[in-house]
Every structure is written in C-alpha cells, then in structure tokens.
C-alpha cells in the first residue's frame, strides 16, 4: 500500500460474533468502508457476510488471498487471541494499517516481534483496550497523573466461566488462558496506562478449571513497577454479576472509578483529609474503538492505544502464568528496549 484511499478502505480478518460487533463500528463511520473478510468457518463468513452487506465474491476462507487480490488500506483483526500474530504479520508484510483486538499476543516473543515491526514503519497499528479513549478513563488518568501514583488496587469480576467455557475462549490453545487473558488484560492495561511506569514484575496466585492449569477462572496479581509503585488486581471469571474498580493513590490522595455492567463508571476523587467528591462526567470525549483508529489514520497521529502498551500487557499476562505455576515466585519483566 502507497496511498490511503477515502473512505479508508477496510477487511476483516475475522467474522465471528466480536468480528461482527466490530465491523459493524466500520460501517457506522463515513470515512470507511468494509470491503471484505476473512474467516476459515463458512457458517461465519455466510453469516457476518449477510449481516454487514459483504458480497459473497468478498467473503475469503483463505486471509493471504483476501489480501493478495483486494485493494485495502486497512484490517481489523479479531480472530481467537493466538492467532493475532500471523494476521497483523500478514497485513504489516503488505503495508497496511492494523487494527487488532486485545490481548496483542499470547507470547512475549511474539509481542516483542510486532512491536518492533510496528515502531519502525509507517502505517498505524492498534491494540483494542478501549478503556484509552473512554471519557470516564480519560477523566481519571488525568487527576492521577497530577501526582505520582503509588499504591493501585483493582478487581474486575464476571460470569466469564459459565458463558464461555464450551467456546474458544476457554480453550488456550486458541485464547492463550483463561479469564486473565480474555477480561482480565482488559483491567490489567488500565493499571498499567494508569500508572505509566514500566512494569519490572509480577507474581500471581489463580485458581484454574483444568487439571493441566492452563484455564484460570480466579486470579489474584501483584505488580510492581520502576517507580516504586505496587498494584494489586483481582479478576474473577466464576461471580455472578460484572463489577469493575480501580482505585490509585498517590500522595495527595487518590482517585477511584468504580462501576457495574460494562458501560456504568463513576469517578471519585479523595483527597488528604479524606474528603470524597465525584465529579460529573459525560461521554463527550469517548470515541468507539474503530473511530479512534480511523482518527490516527486520517490524522496521521499515534493511536491512543500502541503496540508498546500491547507488548507491556502481554509481558504481564506471561509473568503472571508463569508466577502462578511455580508457586506464586516473583516473576522478573523484562523492559521493551
């Protein structure tokens, strides 16, 4: 690709229920188009096919064709987590902006990998952790960052294990783990956009629904970061009901945001005396995750969620699997230079 066309023109690798859920973001936004898909089930790319208007001559089993023989400018991924490497690899060998759902990858090395393809070219790529471009976030990491934060707690809780377990997802081969690499990066990504110092270790103790602990359903994590602050995360894939907090302290006080479901947040600022006040907030500054990408795109500016914060993520995610089976022994992060 040499040139960016207007609308930008898009495919998804991709097309199952969340592949479906993100494209339809494409085609709610003037300044792009969907022009194909891929997708190896038939069943998915019939069904998301009808559902978003994509010709059946533009609907491919085979991605590396779909790319080969379609004029684009830019693909969302949003295939099961371990397969995220080949497909951003694919569209970054052509040139293209990359769009890629969450988790970056299931490996540090892969990870590594892309971040360094991606620091080093020129077309945008993004990592879907929304929470960068919501209002409520936006809001909290400012008041957090007229400090320096020093001690965050977090807990993210859900259904996860009864809604997905006969699914991909709670397979590891294709998810990568459990709740902690579904849900769970999702908390640990706002920990670490929140606190924005490297990450130098993790520890973990989960509790895991196979014998051969690959598929955690509890996980509790310490992190600890360069400059001097600790976080301390919970994420349940086993309660009933979908509950979030992250609460950060610094040293004038501390700043929460708290909420249940996956849209209802508050933000309440503590300060010094102990005095809570909770600001009104608004989701004016929110963008959906497609409209922050096509942003970076057409402006040319960084996206507001990078490979380095992908890479940061996953390097976690691995020390923390790696804690979890061995004991629960600090985990060393290696940096990403």
Same mark, same amino acid.
């Given at each position: 690709?040499?040139?960016?066309?207007?609308?930008?023109?898009?495919?998804?690798?991709?097309?199952?229920?969340?592949?479906?859920?993100?494209?339809?973001?494409?085609?709610?936004?003037?300044?792009?188009?969907?022009?194909?898909?891929?997708?190896?089930?038939?069943?998915?790319?019939?069904?998301?096919?009808?559902?978003?208007?994509?010709?059946?001559? %533009?609907?491919?089993?085979?991605?590396?064709?779909?790319?080969?023989?379609?004029?684009?400018?830019?693909?969302?991924?949003?295939?099961?987590?371990?397969?995220?490497?080949?497909?951003?690899?694919?569209?970054?060998?052509?040139?293209?902006?990359?769009?890629?759902?969450?988790?970056?990858?299931?490996?540090?090395?892969?990870?590594?990998?892309?971040?360094?393809?991606?620091?080093?070219?020129?077309?945008?790529?993004?990592?879907?952790?929304?929470?960068?471009?919501?209002?409520?976030?936006?809001?909290?990491?400012?008041?957090?960052?007229?400090?320096?934060?020093?001690?965050?707690?977090?807990?993210?809780?859900?259904?996860?294990?009864?809604?997905?377990?006969?699914?991909?997802?709670?397979?590891?081969?294709?998810?990568?783990?459990?709740?902690?690499?579904?849900?769970?990066?999702?908390?640990?990504?706002?920990?670490?956009?929140?606190?924005?110092?490297?990450?130098?270790?993790?520890?973990?103790? %989960?509790?895991?629904?196979?014998?051969?602990?690959?598929?955690?359903?509890?996980?509790?994590?310490?992190?600890?970061?360069?400059?001097?602050?600790?976080?301390?995360?919970?994420?349940?894939?086993?309660?009933?009901?979908?509950?979030?907090?992250?609460?950060?302290?610094?040293?004038?006080?501390?700043?929460?945001?708290?909420?249940?479901?996956?849209?209802?947040?508050?933000?309440?600022?503590?300060?010094?005396?102990?005095?809570?006040?909770?600001?009104?907030?608004?989701?004016?500054?929110?963008?959906?995750?497609?409209?922050?990408?096509?942003?970076?795109?057409?402006?040319?500016?960084?996206?507001?969620?990078?490979?380095?914060?992908?890479?940061?993520?996953?390097?976690?995610?691995?020390?923390?699997?790696?804690?979890?089976?061995?004991?629960?022994?600090?985990?060393?992060?290696?940096?990403?230079?």
């Amino acid at each position: 690709m040499t040139t960016t066309a207007t609308p930008l023109r898009i495919a998804s690798i991709g097309a199952g229920g969340w592949g479906t859920v993100v494209a339809r973001q494409i085609l709610a936004d003037d300044r792009a188009t969907l022009v194909a898909l891929a997708d190896v089930s038939a069943d998915s790319r019939s069904r998301a096919g009808a559902a978003l208007g994509v010709p059946a001559e %533009m609907r491919f089993e085979d991605t590396e064709r779909m790319l080969d023989t379609v004029d684009l400018d830019a693909v969302v991924v949003t295939t099961p987590h371990a397969l995220h490497h080949e497909h951003v690899s694919l569209a970054m060998d052509r040139g293209l902006h990359v769009y890629c759902e969450k988790p970056f990858t299931t490996s540090v090395a892969d990870a590594r990998d892309l971040l360094d393809r991606a620091e080093t070219r020129g077309p945008v790529t993004m990592v879907g952790f929304q929470r960068h471009h919501e209002q409520p976030y936006l809001a909290a990491r400012e008041r957090i960052h007229e400090a320096t934060p020093r001690l965050v707690t977090a807990e993210i809780t859900q259904d996860w294990y009864e809604n997905f377990h006969d699914t991909w997802r709670a397979n590891p081969d294709l998810s990568g783990g459990g709740q902690l690499y579904d849900t769970g990066s999702h908390l640990v990504d706002i920990v670490l956009w929140f606190t924005d110092s490297p990450p130098t270790s993790a520890s973990a103790e %989960m509790v895991f629904a196979d014998d051969a602990e690959r598929v955690d359903v509890h996980a509790l994590l310490t992190i600890r970061f360069e400059n001097g602050a600790v976080a301390n995360l919970t994420v349940s894939g086993d309660t009933a009901a979908v509950r979030e907090h992250v609460h950060v302290w610094t040293d004038d006080g501390a700043t929460y945001i708290d909420g249940r479901g996956w849209h209802e947040r508050t933000l309440h600022e503590v300060d010094a005396e102990n005095t809570t006040t909770t600001p009104m907030l608004d989701d004016e500054g929110s963008r959906g995750k497609i409209e922050a990408f096509v942003d970076a795109v057409a402006d040319g500016t960084e996206p507001p969620v990078t490979a380095r914060h992908g890479y940061y993520v996953t390097a976690v995610l691995e020390a923390a699997y790696e804690s979890a089976r061995d004991g629960g022994r600090r985990v060393r992060i290696d940096g990403d230079d």
